[in-house]
C-alpha cells in the first residue's frame, strides 16, 4: 500500500517536533513537507538538532496550494487564532486537517467569545473533538478535528467515565493539574527561563483564569469546574488530580476503578492502574495511566490521569485521529513504550 | 550576654544538617553538641561535606546525662518512634526540647493509636504544639515542642486564619501539596532514587493514607479533610493548594486575602503576597507565603501556602520556636531571605 | 518472514527495560521470556509501570536451558562478575550472546586482572567488542559479543576516528565526561539519591581509578588516557569532551571535522555536527552526535560526542550489534529520534 | 558603630538580588539604595518576591549624584560594556566601587580590544582585581575593584596556588568548567529556556572563544589555556575541572594537596577537601572547594574547584573585597554554610 503524504504546518514548536518525531516511524504515512513561519527557509536539523542525519528537509513558508499538492493530511500546530484560517484553506482543498491549536474547541460560540475574546470561527461547528476514547461515534472519514489539548485530555480520561456512568456528580469537580514546562512552548519567557521555574513549583492562571476550564465543562457537561494548572520543573508530564463528590456516597471505593476498567477495556492506549500514575511512566509515548480511588473518610472520589503533554496530550493524540479517520489501526505509529528512566 | 548552649540530636538527616546550618548563624546560641546513631565517631564534615572550614565536631553517641551537662536546648530531629524517649529523658533533664518528629504532636491518644498503630506517650498532653503562628498564648517559658512537619504546616497556615475567622466551613476541605523530595529524608528508597523521580509527578499515599492528615485536622477542628500529597522534582519546597467552600457564597472574594493579611499583619515570617507563591521564593528561608483567592464561578476558595519543608516546615520552625520560649526575638537567626535562584 | 524469538536475562534494571523498549519495536525480534534474580516472579509492569497495557509477561527465575529452548538470541544486562558464566551457559548452548557486563570487554587478561581484581574469563578471546562502527570486519554471524559501556562508546566514538587518522597523538590523551545519574543503575545508594545529586556536578573515580580506563585504551591503541567521570543532574545522556594533541600544528582546523565525516559517511546511527553537541538531542535514540574543533591558540583539538548511555551506550548498541550479525538492517528497531524536549 | 550605606546599582538582575541577599545580613552595612534601568520604579518584591515582607525599597533610576548623597559603596551588577561610566561616575565622587563587570578586568588595553571588540578603558589600570586569595597586597584602603566573574575565580582559585609555587607548568593547561544556568543571567533566551537546557548538557564557546580565557591566562602568567565552559541542568554552582603538567613528572601526588593547604591555611573562605568537590555543597555560600590529584599513570595533574557562581563566583567576592577594604572582618556577612540539600 502506498504511503499517505502528510504534512506539518507550525514544524518549529515543540509540538511540530514531536509530530515529526512519531510521524518518521509511523508505517503508513510520509512526510511530504514542512511549513512554518519564522523558521522558513531553514533546514529542519538546524531548527532541531535531533534531526540530523535522519530528517534533511527544508521548512517552507506556508501555502494552501502547495500543502494541498503534496499532501493528503495536514497537522496544523500553530497558536490559536492564527490558526483556523489556515485550517479553513486546507479542509476547503479536501484535505484532512488536524488542527492541535484552540480555535475549533469549543462549540458554543458565545463561549469561545467570553473566554477568547474574539469571534468564533463557524467552522467549530463542523470539527470533531479529537479525542477518540470519548467520541460517540466512529471517526472514520471524518476530515476536520479540534484536537484538544494537554490539560482537558488529562481531566476528561479520567472524569468522563465516572460521570457518563453516573458514579459522580458533573457539580463540584475540582481538577488540580501539574504540567511540565514544555506546555508552554518553546519561546523564551520570564515564566519558562530555567533559573526560574528549576527547583520550585507554583500555581498559574489561578480561580477560573485558564482557557481550558470551558473545554473541560463543555466535553463534561458539567458547569463551574474549578480547574488549577501548576508549573512543575520538568520538561514533559500532566498530572490531573482530580476530586469529585460520589452520587452514592455508601458506594465501595472498587466501583470507581472498576468503571475505569470496563470504560477501557478495549481501548489500547489508556491502561487503568492500580498505583497512583507517574508521568515518568507515560513519557514520549502516546499512552494514558488512570486511577481512581475513594477518601474513605471524607467520601470523597479522588481520580487521576497521567500522560505525556506533548504525545497524549497533542502530537500523539492528533495521529491517532488521523489514524482513526483514515482507517489505519488505531495503534499505528503509537505503540511506543514510555521512556523511563 | 552569654550564648545559650544547645545540642542537635539526630545530626546526620537533612533536618539535623538544617538545624546546624541555621544555629550556626543564631546570635544568641552555641553549638554545645552533635549526637547521632550511624554516624556516631564521625566528623560533621565527613557526614556533610558543606560544613567543612566552618564547623568542625564530631557525632558522638547519644548520652542523655552527657547532653544535659553540656546544654539547656535539644532538638531532636528523630524517626518517627526513636524520638520520644530520648525527649522524655532530655525534658526530665530540664532541658527545653523540640521534638521535630511526629511522636507528640497529636493530643488524642486514639487518635494517634488508629494512625501509628502503637500506643500514644502520655508526653504528649504537655507538649505545645509548635506553630508559632496558630498557638492562642504566649510561647515564653514553655518547655517542651512537638514542632509539626512540612505538609501540616502549609495547610495549617493557610486554611487556619480562614476556618478561625467562620469565612470557609471546616468540613469538605481538600489539601492539594506538592512536595521536593529532601521530605522523605537522607535515607537512600527506591521512591527517592533520582532516575525515578526525575522528571515525572505522581501522588502518594492518596485517600486517608497519610499519616498528617490527622495533625491538619486537630489543628484546624475539622474533620475528614482530604489530603493528596505529591512528589514534585526538586530538592526542597512544599506547596500545598487548599480547596474551601466559603460559608457565604456572595462574600467578595477580596475578603480572604484581607483575612489572612489581617491575621499575619504582625508576624514576621509569614506573608501574604498578591499572585500564586512558588517554592523557589523562600526557598532555605523560613518564610511561608500565602494567599488565597475566589473561584467567582464555582464560589470556591483556593487558598495556597508556600514554604521551604526543612525550614519553616522543620528547622527553621523548630529554631523559632526556641526563640519565642527562651524570649529571644522572634526572628533570630531566622531572618534570611529566600535564595532565589 | 518468522520473527527471532529474544531473551532478556537481567530484565529489572534500567538496560533491561530499555533493550524491551527497543526490542518492542524492532520489527524482526519477537520478546520470547524475560528472567531476572531479585524480580523473578513478578510480572513486568508491576516492576516496569511503562509497560503496563503494552507487555504482560512474568520475570522469571534464569535457566539456561529454558532460555535456549525458547530463544536464539540473549541479552545479558547483568552486573559485572555475574555475567560470564551465565553468557557461556548460553554461548554454548548456540545462541547468540550479547553481553552488555564488563566481563569480556579486556582481551588482555592481565589487564583485566589488573582493573578487576580477580582473573579474567577466557571466553573474553572468543567475543567480539561490541562497537559496530569500529569493528574492522563484518560482524555477520558473528555469537559472541562484549557490548562496551556508555564512556568507552563516547571517547572511542570521536577519539578512533582522530587517532586511527593521525591526526592526533595516541598519548596525552584527556576525556572529560559527564554523565547522566541512570549510568548508575536502578539499585538506591546514597550516590544516586535526589536530594544528593540533584541541583549539584561533581566528578568520581578520578585520577585513574574508573574501570571504564583499559576499555578506553585498549581500543584506542593508546597508553595512559586520563579519564575524569562526572554525575550530572540528569537521568539520560553522556558527554564525552576530549582533548588531544594534533600530530601537526599546523593543520588547519577543519581537517578534525571532515575526518569524521569522511569516516562515519555510511555509518547510519553516528551524525557529525558543525556545534557542540547536546546529550539532549540524542535522548532514546541510538544515534552518536560527534564533533571537532581546534584552538588555534593553544593548538589543541577538542572533540566531543553526545550520546544516551542507556541507548548508544547500552541497550541500543547491544540491537544494533544483533541486527549486523543476524543480517537484518543496521538500523532496525534503532531509527526513533531523540526526544527533544 | 554606624552602619557603612551601600547602593547596589543593577538590582533587577541575579546578581543584584544576591547581594541584596548577602547585604541584608550583613552586620556593617545598610543598604541606601537600589538602582536599575529596566525595572526603576517597581518595587524590589514585584521584581523579586522572595524579598516580600523583608526588604521593601523601590528600585529607582540611577542618578550619580543621587547615589553618592546616599552610600559610601556601591556595587555595580551591570553588563559589560555599560557597566565603566557609572563605575567611573561614582568613583570619581569618592566611592567604594566593586564593578562585576568585565569592563575593567583586564589590564592589557590590547588584549581587552581583541577579545571585547571595543576600546578599553583607562580605568582598568587603577582597579584590583577582586580575588582577595589571589592578590599579593592588602586591599585595606583600596576604592576600585574589578571583581572577577565565576569562571576565572574557579579556575584561579586551584590553579594559581599550583602554578605559582611552581608545581606545574603554566603552559598546556586545560579547564574543563561546568556551570548552572543562572550564570547566563536573567533576561530569557533560547539558551536559558527549561525545556531545551533541562535534562542535558552540552558545551558552548568551545576552541578560545569564551572570553573569561584571557583572564585566566593573565592572572596566571600562563599563555593559551585551553578553556571549555559546558552548561548543566542547575540553577547554580560552578565547577572547573582543571588538567595540568607537572614540572617534576617523579614529584609524590599529595604534594599538590598539601600546596593547596599550604597556600590557604590563613584563608577562611578556601577549603581544600580530600574528595572531589560537589557543587551542591557550596550553593548559597561564599566558600570554595578546592582539590587536587596526580594520575600516576598519565602523570597528569587534576585539580578541581566548586563554587557558587552567584556567590563566590560574584556577589560574596564583592562583599568580601568591600570587608577587606573597609577594614570589617574578611567573613563578614559571608559565613553562611551551603545550602544543602
Same mark, same amino acid.
Given at each position: ?32 513537507? =514542512?511549513?512554518?513561519?519564522? &523558521?522558513? %527557509?531553514?533546514?529542519?536539523? $538546524?531548527?532541531? !538538532?535531533?534531526?540530523?542525519? #535522519? /530528517? ?66 463557524? =467552522?467549530?461547528?463542523?470539527? &470533531?473533538? %479529537?479525542?477518540?476514547?470519548? $467520541?460517540?461515534? !466512529?471517526?472514520?472519514?471524518? #476530515? /476536520? ?197
Amino acid at each position: 500500500m502506498d504511503r499517505v503524504p502528510v504534512a506539518v504546518v507550525g514544524a518549529s514548536g515543540y509540538t511540530g517536533a514531536e509530530l515529526l518525531r512519531l510521524l518518521l516511524s509511523h508505517p503508513q504515512v510520509v512526510i511530504a513537507g =514542512l511549513y512554518g513561519r519564522r &523558521a522558513a %527557509g531553514e533546514r529542519l536539523a $538546524a531548527v532541531f !538538532p535531533q534531526f540530523a542525519g #535522519r /530528517l534533511d528537509l527544508p521548512i517552507e513558508a506556508f501555502s494552501a496550494d502547495e500543502v494541498a499538492r503534496r499532501a493528503q493530511v495536514a497537522f496544523c500546530a500553530l497558536p490559536h487564532g492564527e490558526s483556523s484560517p489556515i485550517v479553513r484553506d486546507l479542509y476547503t482543498r479536501g484535505l484532512t486537517v488536524l488542527d492541535l491549536s484552540a480555535d475549533l474547541r469549543l462549540r458554543d460560540p458565545a463561549t469561545y467569545e467570553t473566554w477568547y475574546g474574539r469571534a468564533a470561527d463557524p =467552522l467549530a461547528q463542523q470539527a &470533531a473533538y %479529537g479525542l477518540p476514547e470519548l $467520541a460517540g461515534h !466512529p471517526l472514520r472519514g471524518q #476530515r /476536520l478535528f479540534a484536537v484538544p489539548g494537554c490539560y482537558p485530555t488529562a481531566a476528561l480520561l479520567v472524569l468522563a467515565p465516572l460521570v457518563r456512568a453516573g458514579l459522580v456528580e458533573p457539580a463540584g469537580l475540582i481538577v488540580d493539574a501539574k504540567s511540565g514546562v514544555s506546555g508552554a512552548g518553546r519561546a523564551p519567557t520570564a515564566g519558562t527561563h530555567f533559573s526560574e521555574v528549576g527547583e520550585g513549583v507554583h500555581a498559574y492562571q489561578v480561580a477560573a483564569a485558564h482557557r481550558h476550564t470551558p473545554e473541560i465543562e463543555q466535553e463534561l457537561g458539567a458547569s463551574s469546574v474549578v480547574f488549577t494548572p501548576h508549573l512543575v520543573p520538568m520538561s514533559r508530564g500532566i498530572l490531573a488530580t482530580c476530586y469529585a463528590q460520589p452520587t452514592d456516597p455508601e458506594r465501595p471505593g472498587a466501583a470507581y476503578r472498576e468503571a475505569l476498567a470496563q470504560f477501557y477495556r478495549e481501548r489500547p492506549l489508556v491502561t487503568v492502574v492500580d498505583a497512583p500514575p507517574d508521568t515518568a511512566h507515560v513519557r514520549g509515548s502516546n499512552r494514558a495511566h488512570v486511577f481512581a480511588a475513594l477518601d474513605p473518610r471524607a467520601r470523597r472520589v479522588i481520580a487521576m490521569c497521567a500522560l505525556d503533554n506533548l504525545g497524549k496530550g497533542a502530537a500523539g493524540q492528533a495521529v491517532q485521529c488521523m489514524n482513526l479517520a483514515l482507517g489505519f489501526p488505531e495503534t499505528a505509529g503509537l505503540d511506543a513504550v514510555g521512556m523511563f528512566p
